[in-house]
């Protein structure tokens, strides 16, 4: 029978053998709680090796949120972080939510929301807060410059007014859908039962409609003269074109839908994805296999009506070609991986239409007006010249704009394209099969013409004798 060798442990006491016991381990806290390191042995090197910074700990809270669409069960629920000081309700300074008559949300032991089971009002005030505060979040990040974040302004903001937006998950019960008041300053959602019975749906719980809405919000505050009725159809279709392209950007803002969409088309943004269709749910519920609108379209000016979600189509629709024919351009497999290149594209194309739009007209803005302050900005950027090329050729296609030069030539900087299809003089935009925001009273000269009313009946009864 073989006897153990001792003699590698005769200068230590046994207690004290470095083994995963429970005594070892005792003896290990200790250590460290009584005794001081001793000096290190031989000269300190020269020179000193720079210290490593302690990671300071930054506020912020995990969230749970459905990452696309209820029924987008690839991408499902799943948790982000939302940095920055988040507080029961959920609020932070710039966005409350809540549902009216029940209690808020309230952070864990952790500063966490994490909201189980879903489909709950908690669970839909937390993900929608979120939705919206990433929304807001993506836009400032867009406009930072010098590494300091840009302010975005809800409408009412002002040196004086810093009052946030109230965003009510279930704040329309029973109406099928969603819209953003300047009035009350907030977003609210609706839910309802399909025709055809089933489920009832929640419009809050889809990422499309709630960044759909913030878009507005976000665009009313940057452009307020836009979301007015009296703008011509072109101005009401970037407005409706705006929430669309808002809910495109947010979705690719977030890597693992950006890997999601790169393995469900192989690469290639024209193949069906979830990417292109907007709000599935509420389409399903609507019997439309494609969502509520499909932004891999190839509708030109010509062939939609003044309807503002149809012509609305034709400026999203170009946008989303030149995503993917920058994203085709920028590929190399071989040395970046695609979901990092499409993340990338998607950003600078993300800022450039929200730079173009800042610098279109105060009112009345036109596609034309976009695409070529679009144009321009590329050009600044240093951008290479496919870039200018592609966003000519995909808005001259849907007859936007009139290139006057043959589109195979390159993008001649100096030259600004003349709209091609124009809206007609005094042209009416149509805002019957809008989402909320564009047929509430406010917005549509309704409000107005009602005060009108009002103060001719009021000088009419100045006159009147009893």
Avoid at 69 to 79: F, L, Q
Avoid at 228 to 250: K, W
Wanted: glycine letters at 8%; hydrophobic letters at 40%; charged letters at 20%.
């Amino acid at each position: 029978m073989a006897t153990e060798d001792k003699s590698d442990q005769a200068s230590f006491p046994v207690s004290f053998v470095p083994t995963p016991s429970k005594e070892y381990r005792t003896h290990r806290k200790t250590m460290k709680a009584t005794a001081q390191p001793g000096a290190p042995a031989g000269p300190l090197p020269t020179p000193m090796p720079i210290p490593i910074p302690i990671p300071i700990l930054l506020p912020g809270a995990r969230v749970l949120i459905y990452k696309q669409d209820p029924s987008v069960s690839e991408i499902g629920i799943r948790k982000v972080f939302l940095p920055g000081h988040i507080f029961a309700g959920p609020k932070d300074g710039r966005i409350t939510s809540g549902t009216p008559g029940l209690p808020g949300v309230s952070p864990n032991a952790f500063g966490d929301l994490i909201e189980i089971p879903p489909d709950t009002d908690a669970f839909d005030a937390v993900h929608t807060f979120a939705i919206v505060r990433m929304t807001l979040t993506m836009y400032q990040r867009a406009l930072a410059t010098g590494g300091s974040q840009a302010p975005v302004p809800w409408q009412w903001n002002n040196a004086n007014n810093a009052e946030p937006l109230n965003v009510f998950p279930h704040g329309l019960p029973n109406v099928m859908n969603a819209y953003y008041s300047r009035n009350v300053k907030s977003v609210k959602f609706g839910d309802f039962v399909p025709s055809g019975g089933g489920a009832r749906v929640f419009t809050c719980r889809s990422l499309d409609i709630v960044s759909h809405e913030t878009g507005h919000a976000i665009l009313d505050g940057l452009k307020p003269g836009w979301i007015e009725s009296s703008n011509t159809p072109q101005t009401g279709g970037l407005h409706e074109s705006f929430g669309d392209l808002t809910a495109i950007f947010l979705a690719l803002s977030q890597l693992d839908q950006v890997e999601a969409v790169i393995a469900q088309t192989k690469s290639n943004l024209h193949d069906k994805t979830f990417l292109a269709d907007l709000a599935e749910q509420f389409g399903l519920a609507l019997g439309r296999p494609t969502g509520l609108r499909n932004a891999d379209n190839d509708l030109k000016l010509s062939q939609v009506s003044s309807e503002v979600h149809d012509i609305s189509q034709v400026f999203t629709g170009a946008i989303y070609d030149i995503l993917a024919d920058i994203f085709a351009f920028e590929r190399k497999p071989a040395v970046r991986d695609d979901a990092a290149v499409l993340h990338e594209v998607a950003q600078y194309l993300c800022g450039l239409c929200l730079r173009a739009i800042i610098a279109a007209p105060k009112s009345n803005a036109t596609f034309a007006d976009v695409a070529n302050q679009m144009l321009k900005i590329a050009f600044a950027d240093n951008k290479p010249v496919q870039y200018r090329n592609f966003i000519r050729n995909r808005f001259a296609v849907r007859e936007v704009i009139v290139s006057p030069t043959p589109l195979t030539v390159d993008h001649e900087p100096s030259h600004v394209m003349k709209a091609g299809i124009k809206d007609a003089p005094g042209a009416v935009q149509d805002r019957r099969a809008c989402c909320g925001t564009m047929q509430l009273p406010e917005y549509t000269g309704a409000e107005q013409a009602l005060q009108a009313e009002i103060e001719e009946f009021k000088k009419s009864l100045a006159g009147l004798k009893r």
